[in-house]
C-alpha cells in the first residue's frame, strides 16, 4: 500500500520526540499491513502515547492527523 500524509500531519510528525515518531511509524505501518480493514470514511489507530486519524482508498492510505501525548 502507498502512504500519503497531509501536510499539517506530517509537520507534526517531524515535531514529536524521537520515541513518539517511532510509535507513529509503527502505527502508520500496521494500518498498511491491515489486508483486511477498509476505512471508507474516517478511522483511527491508537498506541501506548500516539494516534494517528486515516482513510483508505483503494491501495492509499492517506494519514489525515498524528499526534502524541506528552
Request: aromatic share 8%; net charge negative; with cysteine.
Amino acid at each position: 500500500m502507498k502512504v500519503e500524509m497531509i501536510q499539517r500531519a506530517a509537520d507534526v510528525l517531524f515535531d514529536v520526540p524521537d520515541e513518539m515518531h517511532e510509535e507513529i511509524i509503527m502505527l502508520i505501518s500496521v494500518v498498511t499491513d491491515d489486508n483486511e480493514t477498509r476505512a471508507p470514511d474516517l478511522a483511527a489507530a491508537f498506541g501506548e502515547w500516539c494516534w494517528l486519524v486515516y482513510t483508505i482508498c483503494d491501495d492509499v492510505v492517506e494519514v489525515l492527523d498524528v499526534g502524541c501525548a506528552r
